[in-house]
């Protein structure tokens, strides 16, 4: 897009610094929201989505940053980067899925100015952070400007992907945060993914799997999968190869079975589908073994 396509389309640009400004910016749903552009660009320059009259960009909007992980609930702003959860020694400890996603997320120039919250919004199914929030439980927070005052609401984030690029997101709220519960002392959970590098690439295939642990035999299963579905997904049949089964080499191989239930994957430019569903029961295989071990 040139800048005077840009200009031709744009009519107003804010850069609130208020949660209540931005959302009363978004109320009537003729905006589009910027916080690092590393979608919305390539996509508006392409041609994929267009801009709406005002450019809302709220990286400077208070109380949208930062990881609070001092309390039962772990609260990760929307405009924290990518980078912030890689760096996260918090996160580190309590959700390693996420700070492995994060490893592998773009390059060192992307992770600084790539949001979590973009990540869940641009609704890819190749999103890297979604599979390991996933596996977390979490939640999306969403706010909106109603009867005069800021209204909000969590979707689980199972529940916020509708199709490519699609949410349940409602024009005028905005995301303003992913939330979840504080995961048990035995809570383990692990990441992997494949493109033709270890990062710099969209991912081919994706895997998280979250579980507790006691004993040997696993509780509280979760599995997700990127890049097989229209949306990233909860593997239900892997959960339940696994659920209350001591993880051993026969359970891991159920799970790696039941596996090609869960992933549906197509033919596209970047693998084949074939291709996408021997390395799906691969990465459920060395993720697990993962989980053994720790």
């Known amino acids: 897009m040139t800048q005077a396509q840009l200009q031709e389309e744009v009519s107003a640009y804010l850069a609130p610094r208020r949660l209540d400004e931005a959302l009363q910016a978004l109320a009537d749903g003729d905006a589009t929201v910027l916080c690092g552009g590393t979608d919305l660009t390539p996509q508006t320059e392409s041609g994929v989505r267009r801009y709406k009259a005002r450019l809302v960009n709220i990286r400077r909007v208070e109380g949208l940053g930062g990881i609070d992980a001092t309390g039962d609930v772990i609260r990760i702003g929307a405009t924290t980067t990518v980078s912030e959860i890689r760096s996260s020694a918090a996160l580190a400890k ?14 060192e120039q992307i992770r600084n100015a790539a949001s979590v919250g973009g990540n869940v919004c641009n609704a890819s199914p190749a999103g890297d952070t979604i599979p390991s929030l996933l596996v977390l439980g979490a939640e999306a927070e969403l706010a909106c400007w109603k009867d005069g ?19 349940v997101k409602q024009p005028q709220e905005l995301l303003t945060a992913v939330v979840f519960a504080r995961p048990a002392p035995d809570f383990r959970c692990r990441f992997r993914k494949a493109g033709p590098r270890p990062a710099l690439e969209i991912s081919t295939v994706s895997v998280a799997v979250g579980a507790r642990v006691s004993g040997g035999r696993l509780s509280s299963v979760r599995v997700a999968m990127g ?14 190869a696994l659920e209350g089964r001591v993880l051993d080499a026969a359970t891991i191989a159920a799970a790696v079975e039941a596996a090609g239930q869960d992933a549906k994957p197509i033919d596209d430019v970047r693998a084949s589908a074939w291709y996408r569903s021997h390395l799906v029961r691969v990465f459920v295989e060395e993720v697990l073994n993962d989980v053994g071990r720790n």
């Open 94 to 107: 309590i959700a390693p899925a996420l700070v492995e996603a994060a490893e592998h997320f773009a390059s």
């Open 149 to 167: 005052a800021v209204q909000t609401r969590r979707v689980p984030l199972e529940s916020f992907f509708t199709a490519p690029g699609k949410t």
């Open 227 to 240: 890049s097989v579905a229209p949306t990233p997904l909860r593997a239900r049949h892997v959960e339940a």
